[in-house]
């Protein structure tokens, strides 16, 4: 889809009798924004500063893992449309461009190391509908995202799920770009060890990679939930065969994704993608983990949710509003 222009809106707005703007709180968009780093507290500050200064924007909740060196911000605003009920801006795209650019200037990925899986310094930007925001909203956001960051920041971006004219999955990128397979000590990712010259060319932006950026993927999907399974173990090999039987790549539960992950020293984690998480949940994921590690001798911790729902967020994101405004 074509980004609209300032002399577009412009020229759309004169057509109509009525030139109007609907913004309103039923009308939201949600961005998950991951971030390679979360042991620098002077970069994730440097980062925060710039969601702040846009104040339609609210950063609703953040998730740090040290172990996965990587950070996760969820943040919400609203849709603006135009009098035809065209979606023209939304607050979140100049945030998370503020954000991308302050990650973009403080982290090397050169220089960087953990135990998640990761393409680039910001490496995956996910937009949901909240409330009654449709999909296609979400997909228009993402895409105009997606072209900033490509012409702006000169970093190769690769478009998924509903953002993708295709509608291609995001681990089937991430599979084709060798994403899932640990380049130190056969369970760590450091640095950048892909070629510098992409073997599949982006969505957006130039085939050549900085290794210093990275590439970063973008996506628009109904909601996820993310959900991870501790692992009293420090066998790897274990955790990823049962994480591996779990997925619905493996054989196990449909719509579930699955990673197998060193997490610290002494124990390693599952972490789970629920696709569709109203049929598929986390009491199916959980049960089933705690009886395929009893089958390898393995004891299991309640998993955690990295997120809070989408009913949640809203409930949180109009209380911030209305904590701001009064």
């Known amino acids: 889809m074509r980004r609209r222009s300032e002399g577009d809106l412009a020229a759309s707005n004169d057509g109509c009798k009525e030139n109007k703007k609907i913004s309103s709180t039923s009308m939201l968009l949600c961005c998950k924004l991951f971030i390679s780093e979360s042991r620098n507290r002077a970069v994730l ?10 104040p339609e924007t609210i950063i609703v909740n953040k998730f740090e893992d040290r172990a996965y060196n990587r950070v996760r911000y969820t943040l919400v605003s609203h849709v603006v449309h135009d009098c035809t009920g065209q979606a023209v801006y939304s607050p979140l795209q100049q945030t998370v461009m503020a954000m991308a650019e302050a ?3 403080a982290i090397n990925l050169e220089l960087h190391s953990g135990a998640h899986p990761r393409l680039g310094v910001v490496d995956d930007i996910v937009f949901h509908p909240l409330a009654r925001a449709s999909l ?10 997606a072209a900033d960051i490509g012409l702006k920041l000169q970093v190769p971006v690769f478009l998924y799920a509903a953002a993708h004219p295709t509608g291609k999955a995001l681990d089937t990128i991430r599979r084709e770009l060798g994403y ?3 380049n130190f000590m056969g369970n760590q990712w450091a640095g950048w060890t892909m070629p510098e010259v992409l073997p599949e060319r982006p969505d957006e932006g130039p085939t050549h990679v900085s290794r210093t950026r ?9 909601w996820v939930a993310l959900y991870n399974v501790p692992i009293l173990s420090t066998d790897v090999s274990a955790t990823r065969r049962i994480a591996r039987m779990v997925s619905a790549r493996g054989g196990g539960l449909p719509t579930v994704q699955t990673l197998g992950l060193v997490h610290g020293e002494d124990a390693t984690e599952i972490a789970c993608m629920l696709l569709e998480p ?3 949940g986390a009491d ?4 089933r983990v705690e009886t395929l590690a009893a089958q390898e001798g393995l004891d299991v911790e309640r998993g955690y949710f990295t997120d809070f729902s989408p009913e949640m967020i809203i409930e ?4 911030l509003v209305s904590s701001r405004e009064d």
């Open 45 to 54: 500050d440097s980062i925060e500063r710039a969601a702040h200064l846009d």
């Open 103 to 105: 990650a973009f200037e």
């Open 136 to 145: 296609d909203e979400a997909a228009w956001l993402a895409k105009a995202v």
């Open 180 to 182: 899932f397979r640990p």
């Open 214 to 222: 990275g590439i970063t993927m973008i996506g628009a999907r109904p």
């Open 278 to 280: 109203n049929q598929i």
């Open 284 to 287: 199916r994921v959980q049960n």
């Open 316 to 319: 949180k994101y109009v209380k």
